[in-house]
């Protein structure tokens, strides 16, 4: 759950933390320049009541509180200017309108998915796919074509990929999956109670895993070290279709395998054409686009 919608729920909340919730909502970046004390004075509060507050929403204190809200409202504000990618398209849109319009949902989605995309994270996957002999991939909706193409893809550098479709069968495979495998976990919302468990499992076994999961606090997120974040503008369930969630998925895979295949780019390369040659030995076609530069023969 984003900070501001944990401000604005007023779960649980005395008078004096709802007095604080509005008091941050309408500083929003503001909060830059205020420190806990000056907060205080002009809610008229202990600086120590502002630090509590900050500790009921699961900081360390005001000071990671602040750090963690404004990098949120700096990811917010970026993309998606023009576009709601909870309604991309209205009644009223046709042919090449609407086209145009699911165009803009695809670039304003690979751009915040890329903004959440960061280096460490990145490099620390990478070496847990790669040093993986086995990897499996589980996950909660609807992504499991694009989880297919991700093992179609890494079947054909060498390597063994499954796709695990149900949650228990997930679970199980945790439990004996051998200390040298690597469990992809994918989930939007980050709080679905079977895959849970199998994280939980895997935590359990210290076993190396990778999480794909929405921006801001969730359950899954904080089990694992190994967090990518997912464009997260989408409602659970009041949007068209869950275009931009999904599109987010599939631009990570690829990412994902294309980091793998840059560790021995030669090697990969070589294989993938082989492997694909030796299967598609009469696959041509009349259009000179499309050919491949080599021709393999029986």
Known sequence: MLIKERLSSRNGMTDVDILMADFFLSAGRDMKSLSARTIASQLYVAPSTVSRFCQSLGFSGYG??????????????????DINPNFPFSAK????????????????????????LHHDSLQAATKLLTAASIIYLGMAGDA?????????????????????RRADNLFYTACQASADSCFILISYSGETESLLKTARKLKERHLSTIVLTSFGDNTLSTIFDTVIRLSTREKLVENLGNFSSLLSISFILDTLYASVFQTAYTRHYDTKCELSHDFEQKRYSNNPLLNDTVLFEN
Do not use: P
């Open 64 to 81: 990671t509180f602040k750090e963690a809200y404004l990098a949120e409202l700096d990811y917010l504000e970026k993309n998606f200017k």
């Open 93 to 116: 849109d046709i042919n090449v309108g609407l086209a145009s319009k699911i165009a803009a949902l695809y670039k304003e989605t690979i751009d915040d998915s890329l903004s959440l």
């Open 144 to 164: 499991f074509e694009m989880a297919e193409t991700f093992k179609n893809r890494m079947i054909k550098i060498g390597k063994t990929v499954i796709v695990e």
